[in-house]
């Protein structure tokens, strides 16, 4: 027995389905287009539209044309099914034809076996297939005014790429100088700290206690280093800024152990009465 559906109350338009399909067939595997004629212009009597069309890209998995009715309402599947020679106009170039409803009304109405059928899984918020369709026989060559029809849809609905590569080339330069500016402004706040907190030291210990100190750990040749790696790159800046963490780091253990010693000076004891710096 075939399992019972439950019909949805509220069915999704064809625009919704439409997105949905689309998910199912995204690039770069697939050209994906909806609302493809058969021709440009209206010199035929006969137009056309199918409401979505997959191109497969990838040789390895077959070079195949999908092409899609929606169909949101039941009336418009029966009408379609009144009437299935209409879709040939654009399934005659077809591998492979579906039909996407916006519920499950195959156990109501006679749908073409061949026809694959999905349906709109609004618990999952996607498609699901009820039915895969069988490959179409004698798929007729591409007609030249189908394959202007499907160019000229796809220059409404792509992107001006040459516009996106502007704007994106445009953000990029933007990002990189604001990125820049940031960093020096960081850094320059850094060795401007460096200096306050070298001079407070200075201060507090004098220059006899500081002399060795600051020839080797000269906040002049910290700054001297990071101006020079500003101008390089920001490679250069990390490297920079890690020497001078570094320094930093063994400046101030070298600093805490002065500290100890001129501790130990000033509150002498038996154990460490040989202790000097």
């Known amino acids: 027995m075939a399992k019972t559906r439950t019909l949805s109350k509220n069915p999704l338009g064809e625009a919704a389905i439409a997105a949905l399909l ?5 690039a770069p595997e697939y050209a994906f287009l909806t609302q493809v004629r058969n021709q440009t212009g209206y010199s035929r009597a006969s137009i056309r539209t199918a409401d979505a069309v997959a191109f497969s890209l990838w040789p390895s998995r077959g070079l195949a044309i999908h092409g899609f009715e929606i169909k949101s309402h039941i009336s418009d599947l029966r009408n379609e099914l009144t009437n299935p020679e209409k879709a040939e106009e654009i399934a005659q170039y077809c591998d492979y034809w579906w039909v996407v409803l916006a519920a499950d009304w195959t156990g109501l109405l006679n749908i073409p ?39 000229r849809r796809a220059s409404q ?3 001006d790429k040459v516009a996106l ?25 850094t060795l401007q700290l460096r200096n306050e ?28 280093r990071l101006t020079m790696a500003r101008s390089l790159n920001f490679e250069s800046y990390t490297r920079s800024l890690e020497y001078a963490r570094n320094q930093a780091a063994q400046c101030a253990q070298e600093i805490q ?21």
């Open 197 to 224: 907190q070298w001079s407070r030291l200075c201060t507090i210990f004098g220059s006899d206690v500081m002399l060795e100190l600051s020839n080797n750990y000269r906040p002049e040749e910290l700054r001297k």
């Open 165 to 189: 590569e502007a704007a994106e080339q445009v953000g990029y330069t933007k990002g990189y100088a604001d990125g820049k500016r940031t960093s020096t402004s960081e850094l320059e706040h």
């Open 22 to 26: 689309a998910k199912l067939y995204p």
């Open 113 to 151: 076996q061949s026809w694959g059928v999905m349906v709109v899984n609004e618990a999952q918020n996607g498609l699901a297939v009820v039915r895969q369709p069988t490959k179409l026989e004698d798929v007729q060559p591409i007609s030249r005014s189908l394959v202007f029809a499907v160019f």
């Open 157 to 159: 609905t792509a992107p």
């Open 257 to 277: 152990l002065h500290c100890d010693a001129l501790s130990a000076l000033a509150n002498p004891t038996s154990s460490d009465s040989d202790y000097s710096i």
